[in-house]
T-cell receptor, first 113, second 113 residues
Framework: ETGVTQSPTHLIKTRGQQVTLRCSSQ?????VSWYQQALGQGPQFIFQ???????GRGNFPPRFSGLQFPNYSSELNVNALELDDSALYLC????????????FGPGTRLTVT | GQQLNQSPQSMFIQEGEDVSMNCTSS?????WLWYKQEPGEGPVLLIA?????ELTSNGRLTAQFGITRKDSFLNISASIPSDVGIYFC?????????????FGTGTRLKVLA
């Protein structure tokens, strides 16, 4: 059974640019959530996707958007990057039978300069 | 962003000692989750709680879902050096009209051999 994978591992972008982060869910999981984790903080919920539709959203502006594909993989897109967007971005997947038991990937470290 | 209050913030303990940490919220949650995160990795699910008053164990770990649905605690018995890491609580529920996960501020555990 393959766990949650994320790409890229690290990324450096300039303020104002756009970025796309990718996540492959664990085998058998149909729900994907994205989190932002600043240094020394707990993860902050961005949004969740189920059956290719947004199924819950945290307090993040519209420039944070996402997609889920038919194979349940997902993308997080961030437009007009700001310095405060520098963080570890975590993806988590869960199954229909245990929807609240999320399994996290290793994350993508985004640095905005 | 919104985070749950977790205490203690950090703790040093001797190997073999028991550890207690708790998490409180001003909001009601339907599910409480406890995770452990080690450097360079995503959080790993330890225990999931689904009912007020529920007490659940996973090996040396025991967690309880508070009766008021606004708190939870985690106990680790007979700690060992590999228990080192950051422990996060998380609640899931309907907040401001949308379902979302809220994580705690984290408890950093260091075990002295």
């Amino acid at each position: 059974e393959t766990g949650v994978t994320q790409s890229p591992t690290h990324l450096i972008k300039t303020r104002g640019q756009q970025v796309t982060l990718r996540c492959s869910s664990q085998s058998g999981h149909n729900t994907v959530s994205w989190y932002q984790q600043a240094l020394g903080q707990g993860p902050q919920f961005i949004f969740q996707y189920y059956r290719e539709e947004e199924n819950g959203r945290g307090n993040f502006p519209p420039r944070f958007s996402g997609l889920q594909f038919p194979n349940y993989s997902s993308e997080l897109n961030v437009n007009a990057l700001e310095l405060d967007d520098s963080a570890l971005y975590l993806c988590a997947s869960s199954s229909r039978t245990s929807p609240y038991e999320q399994y996290f990937g290793p994350g993508t470290r985004l640095t905005v300069t | 962003g919104q985070q749950l209050n977790q205490s203690p913030q950090s703790m040093f303990i001797q190997e073999g000692e028991d550890v207690s940490m708790n998490c409180t919220s001003s909001s009601i949650f339907n599910t409480w989750l406890w995770y452990k995160q080690e450097p360079g990795e995503g959080p790993v699910l330890l225990i999931a709680l689904y009912k007020a008053g529920e007490l659940t164990s996973n090996g040396r770990l025991t967690a309880q879902f508070g009766i008021t649905r606004k708190d939870s605690f985690l106990n680790i018995s007979a700690s060992i050096p590999s228990d080192v890491g950051i422990y996060f609580c998380a609640g899931h529920g309907l907040l401001s009209g949308t379902y979302k996960y809220i994580f705690g501020t984290g408890t950093r555990l260091k075990v002295l051999a």
